[in-house]
């Protein structure tokens, strides 16, 4: 009997760590994947300035421009 009430329990337990699971992941889920093309032009950027990889306002809006990202993406 104890095995069967400690099994209800965890089932009620178990409900509320789907909630903080599902919470977790609203919040991966707002991690959003680039395009790859996107990856590749800011890759292709970050090699060509390795001594100094601290794009200008300029820059970044270029390359918000060329990826199709935001200027917040691209800070980011």
């Known amino acids: 009997d ?3 009430n400690s099994v209800g329990s965890g089932g009620d337990n178990t409900g509320g760590e789907d ?3 599902d919470n977790s992941k609203k919040r991966q889920k707002k991690r959003g ?6 990856t ?4 292709a950027w970050l090699f060509q ?4 990889p ?3 306002e300029e820059q970044k809006k270029q390359l918000a421009q060329d990826t199709g ?7 980011n």
Do not use: W
């Open 2 to 4: 104890n095995f069967d």
């Open 19 to 21: 909630d903080l699971d």
């Open 33 to 38: 994947i680039f395009p790859k093309v996107a």
């Open 40 to 43: 590749n032009i800011m890759r």
């Open 49 to 52: 300035h390795l001594t100094h």
């Open 54 to 56: 601290y794009p200008s």
């Open 69 to 75: 990202l935001t200027i917040l993406q691209v800070n």
